[in-house]
């Protein structure tokens, strides 16, 4: 029998040159590479930082946010990627009223 498996890489990898490297080895195990890019501005994805603070304790530092910015390309088929997707941000809280009330807290 034949098994099928997959792998996620959950990294911003912002240009082509670092996921060239992550292409390369799937490409060499012949497993085709999908890249799927987050939908979210860069005040949405500072709102979520600020999220992941108050319920973690810990944020992506803000120099992140300037470097990837600064470096970022999109992803294009000709890299190597089996497809490009986008991913529109979709908030669900399961009912939790108090992450929710927190979320909304702006700044």
């Known amino acids: 029998t034949q098994s099928t498996w997959g ?3 959950d990294n911003t990898s912002p240009d082509a040159a670092a996921r060239a490297k992550f292409i390369a080895v799937a490409q060499a195990a012949r497993v085709p590479v ?3 890019v987050m939908s979210t501005t860069e005040a949405e994805a500072r709102h979520l930082n600020e999220f992941r603070g108050r319920r973690l304790g ?4 803000a120099v992140v946010f300037a470097k990837y910015a600064k470096t970022f390309e999109p992803p294009r088929l000709s890299e190597g990627l089996a497809c490009v997707q986008t991913v529109v941000l ?3 809280f ?3 009223t108090d992450a929710e009330a927190l979320f909304r807290i702006r700044g």
């Open 7 to 9: 792998v996620v890489v």
């Open 34 to 36: 999908r890249a799927f």
């Open 58 to 61: 810990r944020q992506v530092p």
């Open 90 to 92: 979709g908030l669900d």
């Open 94 to 96: 399961r009912g939790d």
